[in-house]
């Protein structure tokens, strides 16, 4: 193996070091020769995922459900809401999904994310949809579509926080820039009177674009929000002269009424569901999903009459709602439909009271393994990103269970066996007891009313501002270490220290200042921390230039130590303690081991040549360190002036190890085993 040898005199920590190279794979002797090819365990995670959808006129023109399904590719889907059959299942080449679906005269379109594109389903194209390119440039996510009078499309983008217009006679589109001066986000877009407004975000800034003369009015602040900042204009709908503007995010949040002839704020719907709004009755009656029941709301009246239909669980989201004649015994006439966040639809007839929620024939996508953790004797777990879930995978067979849950930012199985699960939104954590049934109340109830949840929502950091339980470790007394990453446009993670024994549990804000967490270790009594320059959304501008790493003392609760390790990563991607009882870290593509006692870095590897960030798995006296999105070196830390080990090269997003002595990473959603024994 051709290597580089050289010693630096220096380092934030240390005078000296031992640094070695690999820049890229390279042969390797016999004993050396890298493993054979992985084996595929399968995709562990499957569900369907509904985010934008509208009603609209499907084959046929008779209304039809419509929806984008995740995945890869995303899908349009039309469902028909008396049956719950599939009318339409047309792929979005290149796009992951969609919160933007509207309808016009000439189809229906779907603004995506992952590419950014316009899609178009127009009648009699089948399982066709048209891909009408990438609207502006530089933007990744169409968060918001809407149609006006003339049959034009508007929509709001990310990172720019631009509107957008496209004509379907000329194809043309017409950038109208950013709306409201350092908001990145344009989150909502609704449509009337010849004006468009834009709902943004990290602040909830509600923008009139004329688009004749290209001025932008700001409406005033509803009264009784006490503050627009670190809030989302989460959903804008526009119907008979008012404009419903909900603030917030995906939890419920108050609704707002807007009288656009008035110019005037009239009303506020507290508690009311995203992501839409029915269009009005006969009688100027709107319906929403307010305190987990379908209502009736009555703009003239300021009265909200419920349905009787009501729904369970943490999402209770509307993703499509509107009107539609069904044929169906007791639903005479025009009945209320839509779709829920799993595939779920829904039907509510105003005559006969009649109601339901039904199943579909929506196809299950695979889901992207966001985190994996070594479980028990037979068992390896993945967390899913975005629709959730956590899948247990028999190590032996590859057979998989699947439960639906929350997004899974990191799992850790602790030394009684309970599996812990950090999830995002609000920074939650989970503790789950595989030896008794799976009930989760919030996300898929298991057993009659009553049943005891399994997961147990430990804790929730929302109010402390935070997002997402990044990383976790066991401490000392079977404690739980959760280190964080914050909501909103904003800096500063935490960590928070759970003690099962007393069921207390502490949160310090900053202990790394301006730093999320994204990397835990414990070893006697210490947490060490591995920081990230970067905040909650990644829009605000960092502090630091270099990712940290620290020393908290459990008992004490106090900060020993803080140095940034390499000074030109902005992240500490990962930190585990050693065979050889060392702190070892990963910072882009730069492995280093810190003496514990005098804070020195004493050994530097530059495996790779991309600062990607990456894992550390800790294998029976061996380090296996996953970088560069596909290579995996082995290091013996009790011979470290030895050359790494090359044991795979297969493109890989996330490693962990298990007790059997391979190593299980993911390639998006599916599961891949190798064994570098071998």
């Not at 046929?60 to 719950?84: E, H, M």
């Not at 779920?344 to 339901?356: D, L, S």
């Not at 196809?363 to 966001?370: A, T, V």
């Not at 068992?379 to 032996?396: E, I, K, M, P, S």
Request: aromatic share 10%; charged share 20%.
């Amino acid at each position: 193996m051709t290597t580089r040898r050289a010693f630096l005199a220096g380092s934030t920590a240390a005078l000296s070091a031992s640094v070695l190279s690999l820049a890229a794979p390279s042969t390797a002797s016999a004993e050396e020769a890298l493993m054979r090819d992985p084996v595929s365990l399968g995709v562990p995670l499957a569900d369907v995922l509904l985010l934008g959808g509208t009603v609209a006129p499907g084959p046929g023109g008779k209304p039809a459900l419509w929806n984008v399904s995740t995945g890869k590719p995303a899908y349009l889907n039309a469902i028909d809401p008396a049956t719950g059959e599939q009318l339409v299942s047309a792929p979005l080449t290149g796009a992951d999904g969609s919160w933007a679906v509207a309808a016009a005269p000439d189809g229906v379109y779907a603004g995506t994310y992952g590419n950014a594109h316009l899609y178009r389903w127009r009648p009699g194209a089948g399982d066709v949809a048209e891909d009408l390119g990438l609207p502006l440039a530089a933007q990744t996510f169409i968060w918001s579509l809407t149609s006006d009078a003339d049959g034009k499309i508007w929509g709001g983008t990310f990172p720019g926080g631009k509107v957008f217009r496209f004509d379907p006679a000329t194809k043309e589109y017409t950038n109208f820039g950013q709306v409201v001066a350092g908001q990145t986000y344009v989150r909502s877009i609704a449509c009337a009177s010849g004006k468009v407004y834009s709902g943004s975000y990290a602040a909830a800034h509600i923008a009139e674009l004329d688009p004749a003369t290209g001025s932008v009015t700001e409406l005033p602040k509803p009264p009784g929000l006490s503050t627009i900042e670190g809030k989302a204009v989460y959903d804008l709908d526009a119907f008979g002269g008012r404009l419903y503007a909900r603030i917030g995010s995906d939890l419920p949040g108050p609704l707002f009424v807007y009288d656009l002839a008035a110019r005037a704020w009239t009303d506020e719907i507290p508690d009311a569901h995203g992501l839409k709004i029915a269009p009005p009755d006969s009688g100027g009656g709107i319906h929403l999903i307010q305190r987990g029941e379908l209502r009736r709301y009555d703009p003239a009246t300021k009265q909200l009459t419920g349905t009787g239909l009501t729904l369970t669980g943490k999402v209770q989201n509307t993703r499509s709602i509107g009107w539609a004649e069904l044929g169906v015994a007791d639903y005479p006439g025009r009945s209320v439909v839509g779709t829920l966040w799993r595939g779920e639809m829904f039907r509510y007839n105003p005559t006969t009271g009649a109601h339901a929620i039904l199943e579909t024939k929506v196809r299950k996508e695979p889901i992207e393994i966001l985190a994996m953790a070594g479980g028990g004797r037979r068992t390896v777990y993945a967390g899913g990103f975005l629709n959730g879930g956590l899948g247990a995978v028999r190590t032996d067979t590859g057979a998989s269970s699947f439960h639906r849950f929350a997004q899974i930012e990191s799992i850790l199985q602790s030394s009684d066996g309970s599996v812990w699960l950090g999830v995002y939104p609000e920074s939650r954590l989970y503790r789950y007891r595989p030896d008794k049934p799976w009930n989760s109340p919030e996300y898929s109830p298991g057993g009659p009313p009553g049943t005891t949840p399994n997961p147990e929502l430990i804790f929730n950091l929302g109010p402390q501002l935070q997002a997402r339980s990044k990383c976790l470790a066991e401490a000392e007394d079977g404690k739980i270490a959760v280190g964080t990453v914050p909501s909103g446009d904003r800096l500063g993670g935490g960590l928070a220290i759970y003690d099962p024994s007393s069921r207390d549990w502490q949160f310090t804000r900053n202990v790394s200042q301006d730093q999320s967490l994204f990397a835990l270790a414990a070893y006697d009594g210490v947490v060490y921390g591995g920081g990230s320059v970067t905040g909650g959304l990644s829009t605000t501008p960092p502090t630091r230039k270099a990712g940290a790493v620290f020393a908290w003392d459990v008992d004490r609760g106090q900060k020993l130590w803080e140095f940034e390790p390499v000074s030109t990563e902005g992240t500490v991607s990962a930190l585990a303690i050693g065979p050889d009882r060392k702190l070892w870290g990963l910072a882009g593509h730069t492995l280093f081991a810190v003496d514990r006692q005098s804070q020195q870095i004493i050994h530097r590897y530059e495996l790779g040549t991309r600062s990607t960030g990456g894992s550390i798995v800790v294998s029976r006296s061996k380090l296996y360190v996953s970088v560069d999105g596909g290579l995996i070196y082995r290091i013996d830390p009790f011979a470290p002036h030895r050359d790494p080990v090359l044991v795979v090269a297969y493109p890989h997003r996330r490693l962990t190890g298990h007790q059997d002595g391979r190593l299980y990473f993911n390639r998006v959603a599916e599961l891949f085993v190798a064994d570098p024994r071998h």
